[in-house]
């Protein structure tokens, strides 16, 4: 309930009628003078408190620093560099926290307990913050984003992955309008899932691959559009949501998982599939043509139906930059489908490569992952009409 007490305020124009209706009216009894003393009853309203976001770095260019070997990560760079940076420190910007991640990593280092680690942090600080930004290398940010995407069940706040391709330090950085707009969007126009935000973006994480090595638009999300676009005004999408659980958030376990990925190429002999498959392997990602097609060949096939029985999950993904695997389209695909390959819809290599970590983690029958590949659990994949 507001708080009401009774104060005399200094009223610098002239006023001899009430300005607000009772029972909080200022009433003046005008004097000679021009200043009018008034006493009056105060409705104390609680002022919406600025947001406060956790900023987990974890290494990558933008906090690199130029040295004779190359770039560098230093640590402290990134705080020093931020405390330079006025637009940072706008009274318009959330607060934030930098908590540096020791050491430092290159994201072509990044492991499943990477992001387990990650996931934990997440959790730990949950309570304390309305959102959280992670600073990660470009490399394998799509892999993070997606890996997070799974292990954050029922996620009521938003996480935002994004880095840079030029160190903040740098003249033309993009590092700093990536972790600006980040921090911003995080706290002024929360999406409640895992995205990732680069070149003026907010994408699905799960949703992206990384599409340009050395341009400012090293993302994609081929099969989805943004859910967000930050131009002269920031503009939410109607992108479809993805799935959500209002219960309490849950961290689940990703631990390092035997995963195959094969691309089929013109004149792939049934040799190469069965060194691929061979144990402690438990999945396999098979890259096929168009929409899902792979060769005929008898001992091709075979070795993927020997996989199947043997409970080995097969997945089939389009090496298609967009569009979705359908494998009754052609003969190609069906025989496939008949060698107990299952589809993998619209999904991108990262997600479909976390979704089975996370999967396998969990100690779930064969089938029951199996079915859940097809299934849209956090928005990676479009389902059927």
């Known amino acids: 309930m507001a708080d009401r007490s009774s104060a005399i305020f200094l009223i610098l124009f002239p006023l001899s009628r009430p300005i607000f209706p009772y029972p909080h009216s200022i009433w003046c009894a005008p004097p000679a003078s021009r200043i009018y003393f008034c ?42 560099q931020l405390a330079l940076m006025p637009e940072f420190h706008r009274p318009e910007m959330p607060d934030f926290t930098i908590h540096e991640y020791t050491p430092l990593m290159d994201s072509s280092d990044m492991t499943p307990e990477d992001w387990q680690h990650i996931a934990e942090d997440i959790k730990a600080h ?6 959280f930004v992670i600073l990660h290398g470009t490399d394998t940010m799509a892999y993070t984003a997606s890996a997070l995407s799974f292990m954050l069940e029922n996620l009521g706040k938003p996480v935002i992955v994004t880095g840079s391709q030029i160190p903040l330090a740098e003249l033309r950085s993009d590092g700093q309008i990536n972790l600006l707009n980040a921090l911003y969007v995080a706290a002024n126009y929360p999406i409640n899932e895992v995205t990732l935000f680069f070149n003026n973006r907010l994408y699905r994480g799960n949703r992206t691959t990384k599409a340009h090595a050395d341009g400012f638009d090293a993302f994609a999300s081929p099969n989805l559009p943004p859910l967000l676009e930050a131009g002269i005004h920031i503009r939410r999408l109607n992108t479809p949501p993805a799935p959500h659980g ?39 990602i098979l890259r096929s043509y168009g929409v899902g097609n792979a060769p005929q060949n008898k001992a091709f096939l075979q070795e993927l139906q020997e996989a199947s029985d043997r409970g080995i999950v097969v997945v089939n993904l389009t090496q298609c930059m967009s569009g979705k695997v359908n494998m009754g389209g052609y003969a190609t695909g069906n ?21 089975l970590h996370y999967l396998l983690s969990q100690e779930l029958d064969t089938e029951t992952i199996r079915k859940a590949m097809s299934q849209n659990l956090r928005g990676e994949l479009t389902p059927d009409d």
């Open 39 to 80: 006493s009056f009853d105060i409705i104390h309203i609680n002022i919406m408190q600025k947001k406060s976001i956790y900023v987990a770095y974890t290494g990558g260019t933008i906090g690199m620093q130029r040295s004779e070997q190359g770039y560098i990560p230093v640590s402290g760079h990134l705080q020093r």
């Open 126 to 131: 949950y309570d304390d913050y309305d959102g």
């Open 246 to 284: 209002e219960r309490e958030l849950i961290v689940h376990p990703i631990t390092p998982q035997p995963i195959g990925v094969v691309t089929i190429y013109p004149g792939i002999s049934a040799d190469v599939v069965r060194n691929f498959l061979r144990q402690p392997v438990k999945a396999l």
């Open 335 to 355: 025989a496939l489908a008949h060698a107990g390959v299952i589809g993998g819809a619209d999904m991108t290599v990262e997600a479909t490569l976390t979704k």
